[in-house]
């Protein structure tokens, strides 16, 4: 009978350590709380987050909070680099369907890209920040003010 009750206390302290390491793992792990009220300003700048990707962001307060939300996504964050290197890996080709986007540039450029592939390819390329609008082309008499 001691036997039984030295195992079983052995094995309910075994657990009680894997779960307040589980517990704590989860309590400690990485968050960001923090609201970015970003400008519009266009000061493109580029970051990866492999190494063998390609991100542009408006500024570089968009990127911080780029980074706050993959930090609470559990996801790498995007680290700067410089846009030749960047570059290197911009989308060459986009898959050849038609699913129109209709997107905005913060001077109140309107353009209709083929699919989002080729938007971010555009971006990647051009350093021009683009915002969806909407999903479809974009209508001819549309100028986006604010």
């Not at 970015?36 to 390609?54: L, N």
């Not at 592939?117 to 609008?133: D, N, P, R, V, Y």
Request: proline content about 4%; hydrophobic content about 35%; glycine content about 2%.
């Amino acid at each position: 009978m001691i036997k039984c009750s030295v195992l079983f206390s052995k094995f309910a302290f075994i657990l009680l350590v894997i779960a307040s390491s589980c517990y704590s793992q989860y309590v400690l792990r990485k968050r960001c709380n923090t609201a970015y009220r970003c400008s519009d300003e266009e000061k493109p700048v580029w970051a990866t987050t492999t190494g063998h990707d390609c991100l542009v962001y408006r500024n570089a307060c968009h990127l911080l909070s780029a980074n706050c939300d993959r930090i609470n996504r559990d996801e790498p964050e995007a680290l700067l680099t410089d846009r030749e290197v960047c570059q290197r890996f911009c989308a060459t080709e986009c898959p050849p369907f038609f699913v129109p986007i209709c997107a905005f540039h913060n001077e109140g450029k309107m353009q209709t890209f083929g699919n989002q592939c080729e938007m971010e390819k555009h971006i990647c390329k051009t350093g021009l920040t683009f915002s969806i609008f909407r999903a479809e082309k974009c209508p001819d008499d549309l100028e986006f003010k604010e």
